[in-house]
């Protein structure tokens, strides 16, 4: 048996908890600050950082708590290492570190987004190799696993993320902070009427929505000069149908050419329902390759998916001493840089 | 102040001129970035990120607000595009006397941050992928530096 404790603080979150076997989770606590940054429109640093500082000690010992253990039973401390703010990180593996430190337990320091396809262990047994398709406010990628701790990078965003872009268009609509649920939203009741060009990338498994969203705020440039009205909905419907037309594009190419066992998403922009029902839809003609898709409260950020695939790196003896420190720009292991 | 005017035709061009500033530029040197969102902000500072000799692709900061990548010297990426009407200690300030070339987005935003001595960029969108690109040299060095447009 195995218990780990994990710490997530790389953004919004200060979430803490414990995961059995790296698939049971006994408890998982997270408290948002989404609310405050509602307000600026946008994440801020220094209140995020001192959130997280407020939070964490009350989230460490609430999930200790509920899982009905003490320190004795934890075998190791996973924690995001990176990437994500810097403040933010800080006040994380500042708190692994004491804990680790305090009881004389190992420290396994974790990569953000392998936390975001081990969510997925929580839904079903991974089978490798797998694809996952992580989507993000900071991530756009695709990245292939021929085993369990071994991760490929084969394509990824060649300037900003896909959650950016929904953002930055929300900001353009006037439409608030977070930008995904609302354009979602709003999609439902638009039509894809307005003509959005689909940006080339670098390579054919690569991604870009910087393009996207320049020809979005052009379009509501151009309108408003000429004292049309833009209809908030279709031109988020057609937002939303090309930027998602990309990902699931470039998804198929790579199931096609990889042939995985397993599909996964990831990533907060994976709780967004049109690219739920897309990716169903067609992977329907791929037999061959399981699609798991998250449950929502697995795609936002928690610390339990940092347990999940800290239980992995554990298992492998990937465990770092005390002079860690956060990383804002860590590469994923295996990255090619 | 030594100012300098030059147009691009794509994001090519704009990347080559980027390029071609930070190969010449001294460590601890900081530019600004100006333009609105689309002007081809990130995209120069890919250009930078090559003429430094780093391999990795630069991509937006917005979402972390400060990226590094190892090059020649250290590049410092900030993007202050969020932190609009917010005054507030990020601790970003140690990257800007780090030996390492810094280039920040959305400057305007972060006022406490800019040192007396920079280069201030600022594109605008021409037509559909022609910028021009102004470049004011605020210190010596960074007036010697446009010379690599000469």
Not at chain 1, 56 to 85: C, H, N
Not at chain 1, 139 to 167: C, N, P, Q
Not at chain 2, 97 to 109: A, C, H, K
Request: with cysteine.
């Amino acid at each position: 048996m195995t218990m780990i404790l994990a710490i997530e603080t790389s953004c919004d979150e200060t979430a803490c908890a414990v995961v059995k076997d790296g698939n049971e989770i006994l408890s998982n606590i997270v408290s948002s600050q989404i609310n405050v940054h509602t307000l600026y429109g946008g994440v801020v640093p220094e209140v995020a950082s001192r959130i997280h500082v407020e939070n964490i000690s009350a989230v460490i010992s609430e999930a200790v708590r509920k899982a009905g253990v003490t320190m004795a039973d934890i075998d190791a401390i996973a924690y995001t290492r990176g990437p994500g703010l810097i403040g933010s990180l800080h006040v994380g593996v500042q708190a692994a570190k004491t804990l680790a430190w305090t009881f004389h337990k190992p420290l396994v320091p974790v990569h953000h987004l392998t936390g975001h396809i081990y969510a997925n262990a929580f839904v079903t047994d991974l089978k490798f190799p797998l694809l996952a398709l992580v989507v993000s406010g900071g991530h756009t990628e695709l990245v292939r696993m021929k085993d369990d701790w071994s991760f490929e990078v084969l394509g990824s965003t060649m300037d900003d993320a896909i959650g950016e872009a929904y953002d930055k268009v929300a900001r353009v609509l006037d439409l608030g902070y977070p930008g995904g649920p609302v354009i979602d939203r709003m999609a439902k009741t638009g039509q894809p009427l307005y003509r959005l060009p689909q940006p080339k990338a670098a390579g054919e498994l690569d991604f870009s929505f910087s393009g996207l969203k320049t020809a979005v705020l052009q379009l509501v440039d151009r309108e408003r000069r000429h004292g049309n009205e833009v209809k908030a909905e279709d031109l988020a419907c057609s937002f939303q149908e090309t930027a998602l037309r990309q990902l699931i594009s470039r998804t198929l190419k790579a199931v096609e050419e990889y042939k995985p066992a397993m599909l996964v998403l990831a990533g907060g922009v994976a709780a967004n329902s049109r690219l739920r029902q897309m990716i169903t839809e067609e992977m329907a003609a791929y037999p061959d390759t399981e699609l798991v898709i998250p449950p929502m409260w697995c795609c936002t950020d928690n610390a339990a998916m940092i347990g999940a695939a800290g239980t992995v790196a554990w298992k492998h003896g990937l465990t770092g001493d005390l002079s860690a420190a956060a990383d804002p720009a860590l590469e994923m292991p295996g990255e090619k840089s | 102040m030594k100012k300098l005017v030059i147009y691009t035709e794509n994001a090519e061009e704009t990347r080559a001129a980027g390029a071609k500033l930070a190969a010449a530029a001294e460590p601890n040197m900081v530019f600004l970035m100006k333009g609105d969102l689309g002007a081809g902000k990130t995209t120069m500072t890919q250009g930078m990120a090559r003429g430094l000799g780093i391999a990795r692709h630069v991509t937006s900061p917005t979402f972390n607000l400060l990226k590094i990548y190892k090059g020649r010297m250290p590049l410092y990426h900030i993007d202050a595009y969020r932190l609009e009407g917010v005054s507030q200690d990020l601790g970003f300030e140690e990257f800007l006397n780090d030996d390492g070339l810094t280039v920040i987005e959305w400057s305007q935003f972060v006022p406490d941050l800019i040192p007396e001595e920079h280069l201030s960029i600022s594109l605008h969108l021409e037509a559909e992928d022609r910028r021009r690109i102004e470049l004011e040299a605020s210190g010596e060095a960074y007036e010697k530096l446009l010379e690599v447009f000469a």
